[in-house]
């Protein structure tokens, strides 16, 4: 077309016609007559060349878009029984719709031209002009629900007008069974008493059997709310079948039973728990039940006492606020002792690793399992990053004894040195993206796992041996545990010793936190091994600058909901002082949980630590950290200090709120 297109949407006559009636009603209202008649016929006139040009405007649209989309245009768009609407893509106005489309919005042709947002609120042409031909939302029209398609035009004038042609398909009774088959889609759930056993000890049967009456009372309570099919499976575990409809209901309700069953409580005084693994959007009813059974490993991994509910993608957590209660075996610590010394034996040779930025836990518990490799006879590689750690002193020490003298080799050194048959442990984390040398986890294809944080969404997968115990106070203390049934005093190495203990003493604050009869008999092992506790305390003195650093930053700290100390730093500091600042701030009356940020690169580091009853694990879950109730810490990249303090409260308000 040689004419502009934009002109043929706006002629503005209608503008003069306006004026002139306004000068005709003007003149009679004067009773200048004469001049009212002439005003009058030249409205009149205006008035009838102002529908000539719609009209010749109209078949210039439709000559265009016969053009754009074909011979048949709009002269079968008019016919269709689809609704279609011709619209501008700048601004959304309307230029055209067939009678379809005017029958279902009401959409009459006036002479002010309408906005499709006037006729379908809500409604954006973005993703046409994206050059989408779908727009990603149903359109709801009364009581009927439309997919919307569109095509996307140009004009070929200077000013390359947009255009785009929506066709609108009902497609209501489609959506209804397909919203119904997706409210009705089965949910798999498994009920797992956590504490069962410890419940029922030395209670004799009677007791037993009213104990098992109150729990199934108040599981039945809950799941009748459901509508679905309840089954005991064990003794401890139920089986739950309920329609998806109905688990929004539940997580609105927060999964009430996790609190419902504390009320349930044996004659010693201990509450039980539960742990509830939920499986959805399982292709079968073994899929989802398998979905359960990954959300019961993983409640359990993270102390239990909550809901995990597990899709085709992802997990979610409910609960796991409280404290968690001992309820470790020591039979499993001797079946992975022995399966691990197996393996030990099998292994060309072994690579330890721990976290990055290693600490004083994960280098104890990797000392350990040296000590182990060096007990079957096999060669044993510590990978650590001797530059970037935190745990500079007990290095010097170590690299000092024979044993030790090229046991401690990089990342990369270590991809040179395996092989098909090596064997790799890691200690003290179970996050992929959290260990010290990535590409080495992926390389070997052994991997064992000792660990006592709770487990994240993402851990590490497959594992051959994996002693993963949230209750334990530090990962030396779970190899210690490991020692005892592997190998005599004699073939430890007092570093060893020393090492194990500095994790232990670590991890637990002098044995302030988070510590069991289990700790105290591991210490006591340790003691027995050459352990000195004051030359352990010497590991965590800090110098003069640092001590003065330390208590910088404690001034710096601003209290938050009258319990919570929160320390901001603008400048970095090393993770050790953000940690002992974090403990630091826990001696103050009144605090229950402190939070350490600081900067380091493009990157924010967060160290917290908790007495109470805020769990910073839960806290810090959704940052991308993790840990453990009373210890966690988290690294946000791309951010600012601020913008991660932001993050932070927000996460603080949300495990309030709940």
């Known amino acids: 077309m040689n004419k502009k297109l934009n002109g043929l949407f706006w002629p503005n006559l209608w503008v003069f016609f306006v004026v002139m009636v306004g000068f005709a009603v003007a003149a009679a209202v004067l009773e200048q007559y004469i001049l009212a008649a002439v005003e009058g016929v030249i409205a009149a006139a205006l008035g009838i060349y102002y529908v000539v040009c719609r009209i010749y405007r109209r078949r210039e649209i439709q000559q265009y878009v016969k053009t754009a989309f074909g011979e048949a245009g709009l002269d079968n768009g008019a016919d269709t029984p689809f609704p279609m609407a011709l619209v501008r893509l700048g601004d959304g106005g309307v230029l055209w719709t067939n009678e379809a489309f005017s029958a279902i919005t009401g959409f009459q042709d006036k002479y002010l031209q309408q906005r499709l947002s006037s006729i379908l609120p809500n409604f954006t042409m973005d993703w046409l002009a994206a050059g989408k031909t779908e727009y990603p939302y149903d359109v709801s029209i009364g009581d009927r629900r439309y997919r919307v398609y569109g095509t996307a035009l140009r004009a070929d004038d200077s000013d390359g007008t947009a255009l785009g042609m929506l066709y609108l398909g009902d497609l209501t009774e489609l959506y209804l069974v397909r919203d119904e088959y997706i409210r009705s889609r089965p949910v798999v759930s498994l009920i797992l008493i956590d504490n069962y056993e410890e419940l029922i000890k030395n209670l004799t049967e009677s007791a037993i059997s009213n104990l098992n009456a109150q729990i199934n009372d108040v599981i039945t309570s809950w799941a009748d709310d459901y509508h679905g099919l309840l089954r005991r499976m064990e003794r401890n575990r139920f089986l739950l079948v309920f329609e998806k409809q109905d688990l929004d209901r539940a997580i609105e309700g927060k999964f009430s039973v996790l609190e419902d069953i504390h009320q349930v409580t044996s004659p010693s005084g201990l509450e039980a728990s539960i742990s509830l693994g939920i499986g959805v959007d399982g292709v079968t009813f073994e899929e989802s039940y398998n979905f359960a059974a990954l959300s019961i490993e993983m409640s359990l991994s993270r102390g239990g006492d909550q809901a995990v509910i597990k899709d085709r993608f992802n997990f979610n957590f409910y609960g796991g606020r409280n404290k968690e209660n001992d309820h470790r075996s020591k039979v499993r610590s001797r079946v992975t002792s022995n399966s691990l010394m197996e393996l030990i034996g099998q292994s060309s040779q072994v690579f330890i690793m721990g976290h990055k930025n290693a600490d004083l836990d994960a280098v104890g518990a990797a000392m350990g399992i040296a000590c182990m490799c060096r007990k079957k006879g096999k060669k044993a590689y510590i990978v650590l990053d001797q530059e970037r750690n935190v745990a500079e002193r007990l290095l010097e020490e170590i690299v000092a004894v024979p044993e030790y003298q090229d046991a401690i080799i990089t990342g990369q050194e270590a991809m040179l040195l395996s092989d098909s048959h090596s064997t790799l442990v890691v200690v003290d984390t179970n996050r992929p ?214 993050l932070l409260v927000t996460s603080i308000d949300q495990f309030y709120e709940q």
């Open 433 to 646: 993206d959290q260990v010290e040398f990535q590409p080495l986890l992926e390389a070997i294809p052994k991997v064992c796992v000792v660990d006592h944080h709770r487990r994240a969404a993402e851990y590490i997968s497959p594992v051959v041996v994996n002693l993963h115990e949230p209750f334990a106070s530090s990962a030396s203390e779970l190899v210690t545990e490991l020692l005892q049934y592997a190998v005599e005093k004699a073939d430890v190495l007092p570093i060893e010793a020393k090492s194990l203990m500095a994790g232990i003493f670590l991890d637990t604050k002098s044995f302030n936190v988070r510590t069991g009869e289990r700790t105290f008999e591991a210490a006591a092992v340790l003691r027995q091994w050459g352990a000195d506790t004051v030359e352990v305390k010497k590991l965590l003195q800090n110098d003069f600058q640092d001590t003065m650093s330390k208590y910088q930053i404690i001034k710096s700290a601003r209290l938050y909901r009258q319990e919570l100390a929160i320390a901001a730093l603008t400048t970095t500091t090393s993770r050790a002082l953000a940690a002992q600042a974090a403990d630091e701030l826990l001696n103050i009356s009144g605090i229950t949980a402190s939070f350490v940020l600081y900067p380091d690169g493009d990157q924010v580091f967060v160290s917290a630590r908790s007495i109470g009853n805020a769990n910073v694990q839960v806290i810090l879950e959704p940052l991308g950290g993790g840990g453990n109730t009373a210890t966690a810490g988290a690294q946000l990249a791309g951010c600012t200090v601020k913008e991660a303090l932001d």
